[in-house]
């Protein structure tokens, strides 16, 4: 099915990768987006991913400070 899309851009937020995690990135999420983004790939839609990292940074101040 042709989407008319040549390029399109994704923004993954941290907040999302980190599943029911509090923090960090959930493998089992993160495999799952990476299978859809190989889908959308392998269509010839050129796909450009912004991922935020604000659960990570925000899991490493907690450990840092021991909470």
Known sequence: MASGY???LLKVS???LAG???????PSFLQG????????AR????????????NIFRGMAGAADGT
């Open 6 to 8: 040549k390029r399109v």
């Open 14 to 16: 941290g907040e999302a």
């Open 20 to 26: 029911d995690l509090s923090f960090g990135i959930e």
């Open 33 to 40: 987006v990476a299978k859809q983004i190989a889908d959308v």
């Open 43 to 54: 269509t010839g839609i050129q796909v450009a991913i912004v991922v935020g990292g604000g």
